[in-house]
């Protein structure tokens, strides 16, 4: 058994949780379409981005995943529609197909920007369809995704159509309202 010098020395250097399991803190979650979302992923090397996902799902193996990424570069209405425009470039840029784009607003009147995007992955018989929610918050923007794999090895077309035409206003109304964690509580440390 440590003593009690011995555990503060060892808090000091950092080798050592004195905390109790209640006060340690827990990972946020983010509950979509009926379905929980865990941390599963920060990194930071554009902008802090935060992915989650299902239980039972890998970050690098996932069929739902909801990316939240921190922007505190736009503060305003027009450079949230630069963002906007910019990730929409950046969807193209990497062969993503862009299939709807507008600004919308939420029930208190603030305008955001929403778009959906695919990309094609016909080697792996599958669609990623990611819908997209640029919004500002009291202090900057944020940009939230909900990514969506459809893969079918006999016709992943036509799967991912049926999934438009029966999902994306689902979808669309989900992330409108969705209540995220507050992102400046979020966890930036990789892994």
């Not at 827990?26 to 979509?32: D, H, K, M, R, S």
């Not at 570069?73 to 299939?99: C, F, P, V, W």
């Amino acid at each position: 058994m440590l003593t009690r010098t011995a555990l503060l020395a060892l808090a000091l250097l950092g080798l050592a949780n004195t905390a109790s399991p209640q006060a340690r803190p827990v990972a946020p979650t983010i509950t979509l379409l009926a379905r929980t979302y865990q941390l599963g992923s920060f990194n930071q090397k554009n902008q802090a981005t935060w992915e989650f996902i299902t239980a039972g799902e890998r970050i690098d193996n996932w069929t739902t995943l909801v990316t939240i990424i921190d922007r505190p570069d736009a503060h305003t209405r027009q450079e949230l529609d630069r963002l906007a425009e910019g990730i929409m470039s950046n969807y193209k840029s990497h062969g993503g197909q862009i299939l709807s784009a507008k600004t919308m607003r939420d029930k208190s009147g603030a305008a955001f920007n929403y778009m959906v995007a695919a990309f094609e992955e016909p080697g792996k018989h599958r669609y990623e369809l990611n819908f997209v929610r640029i919004a500002l918050a009291p202090k900057n923007a944020f940009v939230v995704i909900y990514g969506v794999r459809i893969t079918d090895p006999s016709n992943y077309l036509r799967k991912a159509k049926d999934f438009l035409n029966q999902q994306s206003g689902p979808v669309g109304d989900a992330l409108e309202n969705v209540v995220l964690p507050e992102i400046s509580k979020l966890p930036r440390k990789e892994f």
